[in-house]
């Protein structure tokens, strides 16, 4: 009887995975019509869509063009999979041998035990390691290419080698048969449902769920500094935060989070909040919660954000405070609209900004790193193409853009967590910011990628003009401090500082370690990570990594200490709505609840 059941059983999984794969397969049909109604132009785009199509053809005719150098890389891989047979033979004889090739420190695909305790799991280990790295390392030794073409095949191979990794497969990852064979396959059937759930969120294209969406509510257990909105307009709510010290400094802090994402980054929880601490030390804190643009908003340009955003919320101040006078705060592209709004503001005579900080922003775009993979005038026709109908760019699109830049972390732990083992991802207060994804304008994100990243204007002395009014970032006197991170995959640190050599007041550079986010969401509480300066600050890059000190922990303390010094005297400590503006509600507001 006993053995009956547990044939039944197996027999009701086998039906349930079956009517699974039936119910996926269906999905997946009718997003395959969606896709073959499109127009032939958007089909090719679906095929192509990052246009690298040709920088491999190119590649491939350069390398073929090199026989002699194809041969001695093809004997290279040879011989270190000789080498690996050689390492396994000996392993099964019971000798002492050291791995052909190991993965990097930090690389947590491999983590299982059974990568190192099952000679079979070691060899596809080692195997794959080794032929990944000399696809890459292959690749991106390719003679006579060009910068753009070499940036996308290194780039786009390492896409291709991360993907083939064996943790990403059924019957290469050691874990999954395991649940698998634990779980009587049920992981695969949650696996599927969880599948099914990712690609109806993403109306047919795949949006992987990395956090639970029910474990966080903005306002209530992320978001939730204390505050009220006190002005808006069509792009932007002001948040006034409400003081905690009896005391403040004279000038008001205003700070311009990147509209690309929301702006609780900066106060996501109580013990990691940047805007709190700010509050703690005796800041009047303002924050610009932008709006999640919809068609209305699609003409919206740089210079209505910098008028709407940066100069009416300056005005707002004033009036809600009555300081004419305050220090800002831009965080990666809100701190490039705050460089050029310096520089326009240099050259009309308003000399309200008495202090910038920049975190994580970039002013030259020379070298901007991986994101310049998706930008190229093929790729810009083509996302404006997409945008044209709504007049915005879709959330999804720059999510999973970003996404690619860390695909090991941001999509395959998850492809393998959610979908081979089939486990709900873990509460995780940045990952719920990160997949909360808002809209770009069209005119606006046109104007950003051509004449920031694509042409590099900003850089050049009138390359761009606002309101009629020429550039120049060589007109800023503002003291700056300029915030880099060293792993930055975003704005990598070299890129950032190039803007040391752009304004011509004074510059404090400042590297800290970890990436985009950890970098500068990093309180002193936490005691992570450290930071890196150079009190001699040198113009040069190299001279100043060579001469920098390294200081553990949190490079916040580092700030205050240079801020509080163009933040004036001590005053009484202002309420919201104790000045002009009346309080139009509670933070966080209602823009940043808009949904994309």
């Excluded at 995975?17 to 269906?26: G, K, P, Q, T, V």
């Excluded at 004419?324 to 965080?331: A, P």
């Excluded at 992570?528 to 100043?544: F, G, R, V």
Aim: proline share 5%; hydrophobic share 40%; with cysteine.
């Amino acid at each position: 009887m006993a053995e009956d059941r547990s044939n039944a059983n197996e027999s009701a999984n086998y039906e349930a995975l079956s009517r699974e794969f039936m119910d996926i397969l269906a999905k997946n049909q009718e997003t395959l019509k969606k896709m073959m109604a499109a127009p032939q132009e958007t089909l090719a785009s679906m095929m192509d869509p990052f246009n690298v199509m040709d920088s491999f053809v190119e590649g491939t005719k350069q390398l073929a063009g090199n026989p002699e150098k194809l041969v001695k890389a093809n004997l290279e891989l040879w011989q270190q999979h000789l080498d690996l047979w050689e390492h396994a033979a000996k392993k099964m004889l019971g000798a002492e041998t050291e791995p052909v090739a190991t993965p990097e420190k930090g690389d947590r695909r491999f983590k299982s035990a059974e990568w190192d305790n099952n000679q079979v799991f070691d060899i596809i280990r080692q195997s794959y390691l080794i032929t990944s790295r000399w696809l890459t390392k292959t690749m991106a030794d390719i003679d006579n290419l060009g910068e753009e073409d070499a940036r996308k095949v290194q780039f786009h191979t390492q896409q291709i080698a991360d993907a083939l990794s064996p943790s990403n497969f059924f019957l290469t990852n050691p874990d999954v048969i395991k649940e698998t064979v634990d779980s009587s396959g049920q992981n695969l059937i949650r696996g599927l449902n969880n599948l099914k759930r990712d690609l109806e969120a993403g109306d047919g294209q795949l949006k992987i769920t990395m956090t639970d969406q029910d474990a966080y509510q903005i306002g209530k257990n992320i978001a939730t500094t204390p505050g009220k909105i006190v002005f808006e307009n069509d792009i932007v709510q002001l948040i006034q935060y409400e003081p905690t010290t009896e005391t403040v400094f004279r000038r008001p802090l205003l700070i311009f989070p990147p509209w690309i994402n929301k702006y609780y980054i900066l106060d996501l929880q109580p013990e990691n909040s940047f805007v709190r601490w700010a509050v703690e030390q005796g800041y009047t804190v303002f924050v610009a919660s932008w709006a999640n643009p919809d068609s209305a908003l699609s003409a919206k340009t740089m210079t209505d954000y910098l008028n709407e955003g940066v100069l009416e919320s300056l005005d707002a101040v004033e009036r809600a405070t009555g300081e004419r006078e305050v220090t800002t705060i831009g965080y990666c592209i809100g701190g490039t609209l705050m460089g050029a709004a310096l520089a326009y503001m240099a050259a009309t005579g308003d000399d309200r900004i008495k202090a910038t900080t920049f975190f994580a922003a970039q002013m030259d775009f020379s070298e901007a790193g991986d994101l310049k993979v998706f930008i190229d005038e093929q790729q810009l026709e083509s996302l404006d193409k997409r945008m044209a109908e709504q007049g915005y760019l879709d959330g999804n699109a720059m999510y999973s853009a970003f996404n690619l830049l860390r695909a090991n972390d941001l999509i395959w732990s998850f492809y393998v967590n959610n979908y081979l083992l089939g486990k709900d991802p873990l509460q995780f207060d940045l990952l719920y910011w990160n997949s909360d994804t808002t809209r770009m304008p069209r005119e606006l994100h046109m104007f950003y990628l051509r004449e920031m990243y694509l042409k590099n204007n900003l850089a050049k002395p009138g390359g761009i003009e606002m309101d009629g009014v020429p550039i120049d970032l060589g007109k800023v006197q503002t003291p700056i401090y300029l915030q880099a991170a060293r792993e930055d995959h975003i704005a990598p640190y070299p890129s950032v500082f190039k803007a040391v050599n752009l304004f011509s007041g004074p510059v404090r550079f400042m590297l800290a370690g970890s990436g985009h986010i950890a970098g500068v969401i990093n309180p002193p509480a936490a005691n992570k990570y450290n930071y890196w300066m150079n009190e001699e600050q040198p113009k040069d890059l190299d001279a100043w990594v060579k001469g920098a000190s390294s200081f553990p922990g949190s490079w916040w303390n580092d700030w205050h200490s240079w801020l509080r010094e163009y933040s004036g005297e001590q005053v009484p400590a202002r309420i919201p709505g104790s000045g002009e503006l009346d309080v139009i509600e509670d933070a966080p507001g209602k823009y940043v609840l808009t949904r994309s």
